[in-house]
């Protein structure tokens, strides 16, 4: 619904009472009583108005769509004495996804040009035309690179540790995923246990209470002796222009396409600066591969970056291949069937800050074969086969072990494609496999989807 005086989107859980437009309460706008160690806590709601929505989606995140791609959320940090925060995520992927506006902290609330902006973990881009063999023929803002820097890329999942500050200018550091506002422990993995046993701080887990993680750090970290002491998070803790310092974390504990020897370790990418968001790589990890950085004149050095990027290609290509016949694995999407996933590719200026805050992905093509992005015509293709041959052969596809055996799929791949792949065979291939979902959802749905693609190509 349009609203003629300001033009702007308005949520489908608002009515007019005399006259005035009013939000109905949503799930989870009521204060929250939560019990966490024996302590009764109390999450604060956060009911911004729907005018502040827009303005947040539109002029803060750049985005079009708010209801979508803006996320308002209270929580109580964990890793700050159960503290409370409050504000508004970035859903939408891109340059500045997973970026948070924080509103408010300890139940005090910011005035609007004092609001936290923590820039999150830029999504990673294709330096490729449509393969992984056919390069770019030119970078995203080529006239400026002067240098050129590639990484190991670790397969796991973004941690982003950030500083934020009360209004009396008190500064804690709490982590963030992606998709949310900080870490916790859920369906989806026990982000929070595990980045602190990744931070050597184990004796935490589960004893939040006058835990803060900035005190936790400096611990270890002023102090150049201590074992577990780390350049590029001690940098991050005393340099006031650093804001946040981005991780991967990855090891046996959490275990994703590649097979590592270690349990669990948060690997250092790169730190972004307040204010301007500028992005500069962490040189010199700690059993990383890494190459450069190396001297780029633009356009001259095109060629020889992009033959390096294709020889690493090559070189993992190799070490994947030889993995899987020493592991007698089969080549396909699922835990620890890869030795490596490939590098990183970052383009940086005079300063040594990357370029537009964007990064390259460099895979070789046995990683990209099995990385699928969507349910596409590739994939019902193969589905449809199956199901041909399973019925030549009797087998029963409505027996999802099976199905799963026919189709050659893991607990990983399954757990992506699972409900995508059921309901294929349900509804267009019109084989009855007891799915509930509806046949006309299924079709909106697709709908949707559809036009959210088309949305984003857009952009």
């Not at 309460?25 to 005018?51: A, N, Q, Y």
């Not at 924080?102 to 990673?124: C, M, N, S, W, Y």
């Not at 500064?171 to 982000?191: C, R, W």
Request: glycine residues 6%; negative net charge.
């Amino acid at each position: 619904m349009i609203s003629s005086d300001d033009n702007t989107l308005k949520p489908e859980n608002t009515f007019t009472k005399d006259g005035v437009e009013v939000e109905k309460e949503e799930e989870g706008d009521e204060e929250e009583i939560i019990s966490e160690e024996g302590l009764i806590l109390k999450k604060p709601r956060f009911k911004p108005t729907w005018k502040e929505i827009n303005n947040v989606c539109y002029k803060i995140f750049k985005c079009k769509r708010p209801k979508y791609d803006v996320r308002k959320f209270s929580i109580l940090d964990k890793l700050n004495n159960f503290q409370n925060i409050c504000g508004f995520l970035c859903k939408r992927e891109g340059k500045i996804g997973g970026s948070l506006l924080i509103a408010g902290v300890k139940e005090q609330t910011f005035e609007t040009d004092k609001r936290q902006f923590i820039f999150g973990t830029p999504k990673l881009k294709y330096a490729y035309k449509r393969n992984e063999n056919e390069f770019v023929d030119e970078f995203e803002g080529e006239n400026l690179i002067s240098s050129y820097y590639l990484s190991q890329k670790w397969n796991g999942t973004n941690i982003l540790l950030f500083k934020y500050y009360d209004i009396e200018g008190n500064e804690f550091i709490s982590a963030k995923t992606k998709g949310m506002p900080t870490v916790n422990d859920g369906d989806f993995g026990n982000f929070l246990t595990g980045t602190l046993q990744a931070l050597h701080l184990d004796q935490f887990i589960g004893k939040y209470k006058n835990f803060y993680l900035r005190e936790a750090l400096l611990k270890i970290h002023s102090d150049k002796n201590n074992e577990h002491y780390n350049e590029h998070i001690y940098e991050f803790l005393m340099n006031n222009d650093i804001q946040s310092i981005s991780f991967e974390i990855c090891g046996h504990q959490m275990p994703h396409l590649v097979k590592y020897d270690f349990d669990i370790s948060l690997k250092p990418l790169f730190v972004t600066f307040k204010e301007s968001g500028k992005i500069k790589p962490c040189i010199h990890v700690k059993d990383m591969e890494e190459f450069g950085p190396f001297p780029y004149t633009p356009k001259e050095s095109h060629e020889k970056c992009v033959e390096h990027c294709k020889r690493l290609q090559k070189e993992s290509l190799q070490k994947n291949e030889k993995y899987r016949e020493e592991n007698h694995l089969k080549h396909k999407y699922e835990y620890e069937h890869f030795a490596v996933e490939g590098h990183v590719l970052y383009l940086l200026d005079k300063d040594g800050y990357l370029i537009y805050r964007t990064m390259y992905k460099i895979k070789p093509n046995d990683v990209e074969e099995v990385h699928w992005e969507t349910f596409d015509e590739r994939k019902k293709g193969q589905v449809k086969d199956t199901i041909i041959k399973m019925k030549q052969r009797n087998l029963n596809i409505s027996d999802e072990s099976v199905l799963r055996n026919e189709l050659d799929i893991g607990d990983k791949e399954w757990g992506k494609f699972g409900k995508d792949i059921k309901k294929y065979i349900q509804f267009e291939l019109n084989e009855d496999i007891g799915y509930e979902e509806k046949k006309r959802h299924y079709k909106k749905s697709n709908i949707k989807n559809n036009t959210t693609e088309q949305d984003d190509n857009k952009e």
